[in-house]
């Protein structure tokens, strides 16, 4: 059955990043969301995919930061699209709220790829930055609002498949540098293999499940 519980918006930009990652951009109408908040976008042949929302909650468009996946149903026919043309988008749901929800204590961000995009869009709202960020990708040309977010916050990048400036490796090889106490909030979104580590990480070091956070945004 086709869920005909979305709305009509206007493309904006596909601002192509490189061969598999664009930002798809489009007019918000209105739509209210939270960030960390997902929604589905609909293809003219009704298949549909869950896209977590990268723009802040005051702006006037919605940004989304997608993979292109070669052979996909959603993601090549989203990445071809052109200013004007209208896409189907469901209302927004989800329960991963990074750095809301948990008073005054302080929090870390942790993500691989596209698993930044509620990170940006925290980034975006809200004034309260976190102690740190850990951002891995595979090429330096992946990392998506990496000058914003080192302007609003400490950032780490790692690279994995370049020579680089930045860390030569996997996030999980900068996990020592991560503020640990008892009070710290950890929200890790990306990768599933990086979620498990880090989180099987961070409760080896004594920090309590309650405190970890967790989106998985591809499985492998």
């Not at 929302?53 to 919605?62: D, Q």
Request: with cysteine; glycine share 8%; hydrophobic share 35%.
């Amino acid at each position: 059955m086709i869920n005909l519980d979305y709305t009509e918006h206007p493309v904006k930009e596909v601002r192509i990043v490189n061969d598999d990652l664009f930002e798809l951009i489009v007019e918000r109408n209105n739509l209210e969301f939270i960030p960390g908040d997902c929604a589905a976008i609909y293809t003219d042949t009704d298949k549909s995919r869950p896209y977590s929302i990268s723009s802040g909650f005051n702006e006037n468009e919605l940004r989304f930061v997608i993979r292109m996946m070669e052979g996909g149903e959603v993601s090549p026919w989203l990445m071809s699209r052109e200013a004007g043309d209208s896409i189907r988008i469901t209302p927004p749901f989800g329960w991963f709220r990074p750095g809301q929800d948990i008073g005054d204590s302080p929090f870390v961000f942790l993500a691989t790829g596209t698993g930044i995009a509620p990170f940006l869009s925290y980034m975006n709202s809200f004034k309260v930055p976190p102690v740190q960020c850990l951002y891995g990708v595979r090429k330096e040309a992946d990392a998506i609002g990496y000058a914003e977010l080192q302007s609003y916050c400490p950032t780490q990048l790692a690279i994995s498949r370049e020579e680089t400036e930045h860390h030569k490796g996997r996030l999980t090889d900068l996990l020592n540098m991560l503020q640990l106490d008892s009070t710290t909030h950890y929200y890790c979104c990306g990768l599933e293999s990086m979620v498990n580590e880090v989180s099987e990480w961070l409760q080896e070091n004594g920090v309590g499940l309650m405190q970890i956070h967790r989106e998985v945004f591809f499985h492998g």
